[in-house]
Nanobody, 124 residues
Framework: QVQLVESGGGSVQAGGSLRLSCAAS????????MGWFRQAPGKEREGVAI????????YYADSVKGRFTISQDNAKNTVSLQMNVLKPEDTAMFYC?????????????????WGQGTQVTVSS
């Protein structure tokens, strides 16, 4: 059973940076698609960035391209999200997610494993 634990959320002013990390345990040697989703109050959960741990394929939401970077540290079974030039509209609960095999875009229902979430708040 794969378990995901997020860390690194917090509060920052607009234009600032935060780095989120997701530590995975219970891994097999299978390829996983891991990534980040977010959910703001009153809104649906949306994809932010995903990465295939085997091929290195990455995909970003248009709203974060050029500002966010997803990376992986295989030795630590960790996927991180570096978030720069943060905007108030980035304020949300951020969730780490994973599924075995290939990435499946930002289809929430296709991701089997989820972390508890970490809050990101950006003030203007």
């Amino acid at each position: 059973q794969v378990q995901l634990v997020e860390s690194g959320g917090g509060s920052v002013q607009a234009g600032g940076s935060l780095r989120l990390s997701c530590a995975a345990s219970g891994y097999t040697d299978s390829t996983f698609c891991m990534g980040w989703f977010r959910q703001a109050p009153g809104k649906e959960r949306e994809g932010v960035a995903i990465k295939n741990t085997g091929t290195g394929f990455t995909y970003y939401a248009d709203s974060v391209k050029g500002r966010f970077t997803i990376s992986q540290d295989n030795a630590k079974n960790t996927v991180s999200l570096q978030m720069n030039v943060l905007k108030p509209e980035d304020t949300a609960m951020f969730y780490c997610a994973a599924r075995e095999g290939s990435c499946y875009g930002f289809v929430v229902g296709k991701y089997n494993y989820w972390g508890q979430g970490t809050q990101v708040t950006v003030s203007s």
